[in-house]
């Protein structure tokens, strides 16, 4: 008997973590960044479609990557 309450106990929990989730709300984010070699790239899209992020372009044939220094807090 007390296998079957916490059967369906953890049952109804199941359905409640597995509840859809609240529509996004729409809101513009705008991306500007630099590549390996140095080329900027960037772009606005919105939060609610993130495939349409930008991606960094790839660098040329002739190019060399660029290290770019940690920078931490003190």
Known sequence: MLSNALFLVASLAGLVAASPYPPCEHQTICIDAIN???IRYGACYDVCSPQ???TA???PATSTSVEYPEITAD
């Open 36 to 38: 390996t070699c140095g």
């Open 52 to 54: 349409d992020s930008p």
């Open 57 to 59: 372009p790839p660098c």
